[in-house]
C-alpha cells in the first residue's frame, strides 16, 4: 500500500507531476564519529565511500576460494524441485538459469561467506549497527547470452516493494569469475548515491515476477541519469575472480548484455541494518516472497571464525589493490 507519508516518493502515476531528483536525507556512513574508527575501514577508504558509494577489492579472495560454489551450482541444477520454484530466475532471451535467490539458506559455503570476519566488520563499520542478511544471490551471465539490467537504484525498489524504511543497507558483490569490459561487468555511477530519484510509473501487482528478468520500472528518466553521470562519470569495476565490490544501496548501476565468449558470474549479498527493517510495500499492494526480501528473522549475523588460515590461502590483506 502507498505511504502518503514516505520520505522517498517514487513509482509515481504517469500523470503525477514528476518530483526533481533530491538530496538523500540519510547519513552515507551511519557510525557516529567516535565510533568511525572502530573497524576495518581506515579514514581514505571511508572517505572514498562517502565520496563515490561504492568500494572496491581487487583479489579479496584467490580464485581457488571460489571454487566450490561452481560445484554448489552444479548440484542446484539437478534439484529439479528447486529449479522449478520461483527463486530461480531464468534469461528472458535464452532460458536459462540468470539468478538463484536466497543463496545464504541454500548453501552452507555461501552462509559462511556472508559471516567473513573481514567482510562483516566494513559493514558493520559502515552501517554503525549488527546486520542481517536481506537478499542473497548467485548472477549469472553466459558468453555471447547474458542479458543486461537498466540503471536503478536498489534501495528505490527495497523502500517501494519491501517496506525498507532509510538507506541503510549495503551491497556486497563478489566476483566467481573474471570480470572484463567484454562480459557485461557492473557499471557505477560515482555520487549517484547522494541524490534519491523519483521515478514514473506505478507497481503493478507482482511486478518482481517480471522485474527479476527486465528492469521496466523504477528506472530513473533520461534526463536525470546524464545529469548525474556527467557529474560523476560512470565507473566499470573489473578483476580477476576473488575480488570484491561494496556498494551502497542506493548508488545508481547497470549493466550490458554479455557479448563476450567468457561467463561472468557473480554472488551478491545484501547487509542492512537491524534498525532498519522493512515494514509495509511504500508502494505496492503486497510485500514480495521471503526468498528476495527477509521478514521472518532478523537475527544479527555472527561471525564465522573458522575459516582456514587465511593469509595461506591466498587471501589479500584488507585494502590490498583497493581502487
Not at 502507498?2 to 551511519?30: C, G, M, W, Y
Not at 557510525?31 to 562517502?50: H, I, V
Not at 530466475?89 to 559471516?115: C, W, Y
Not at 556486497?172 to 570480470?179: F, G, Q, V
Request: with cysteine.
Amino acid at each position: 500500500m502507498t505511504n502518503f507519508q514516505d520520505p522517498f516518493p517514487s513509482r509515481l502515476k504517469e500523470t503525477a507531476e514528476p518530483i526533481a531528483p533530491f538530496l538523500r536525507k540519510d547519513p552515507v556512513i551511519h557510525s557516529r564519529n567516535q565510533f568511525r574508527w572502530e573497524g576495518p575501514l581506515d579514514e581514505t577508504a571511508l572517505s572514498r565511500y562517502e565520496r563515490d558509494g561504492f568500494l572496491w577489492f581487487e583479489g579479496f579472495f584467490n580464485q581457488e576460494r571460489m571454487e566450490p560454489f561452481f560445484g554448489e551450482l552444479r548440484e542446484m541444477a539437478n534439484n529439479k524441485e528447486l529449479m522449478e520454484s520461483e527463486q530461480i530466475i531464468n534469461d528472458p532471451n535464452t532460458g536459462e538459469i540468470r539468478s538463484v535467490f536466497a543463496m545464504h539458506q541454500l548453501s552452507e559455503k555461501f552462509h559462511q561467506l556472508t559471516r567473513d570476519p573481514r567482510i562483516l566488520g566494513m559493514v558493520r563499520q559502515l552501517l554503525g549497527s549488527e546486520v542481517y542478511i536481506h537478499q542473497s544471490r548467485i548472477n549469472d551471465k553466459f558468453g555471447f547470452e547474458g542479458s543486461g539490467f537498466n540503471w536503478h537504484s536498489d534501495f528505490e525498489t527495497w523502500h517501494a516493494e519491501d517496506g525498507m524504511p532509510r538507506m541503510r543497507a549495503v551491497s556486497a558483490s563478489l566476483m566467481l569469475t573474471d570480470n572484463n569490459e567484454f562480459n557485461g561487468p557492473l557499471m557505477l555511477i560515482p555520487g549517484s548515491h547522494h541524490y534519491f530519484v523519483p521515478c514514473i510509473g506505478e507497481t503493478p501487482d507482482k511486478n518482481w515476477k517480471d522485474s527479476l528478468k527486465t528492469q521496466r520500472l523504477g528506472v530513473p528518466d533520461q534526463t536525470a541519469l546524464a545529469r548525474l553521470a556527467d557529474r560523476g562519470g560512470i565507473q566499470a569495476p573489473k578483476g580477476p575472480a576473488g575480488s570484491l565490490l561494496l556498494f551502497e544501496c542506493n548508488t545508481l548501476h547497470a549493466s550490458n548484455r554479455n557479448m563476450s565468449p567468457w561467463p561472468r558470474s557473480n554472488l551478491f549479498f545484501v547487509y542492512n541494518s537491524v534498525e532498519n527493517t522493512p515494514g509495509e510495500p511504500y508502494a505496492a499492494k503486497h510485500e514480495r516472497p521471503e526468498f528476495l526480501a527477509t521478514r521472518k528473522s532478523f537475527e544479527p549475523l555472527t561471525m564465522y571464525d573458522d575459516f582456514p588460515d587465511l593469509a595461506g590461502q591466498g587471501v589479500a590483506p584488507l585494502g590490498f589493490r583497493e581502487s
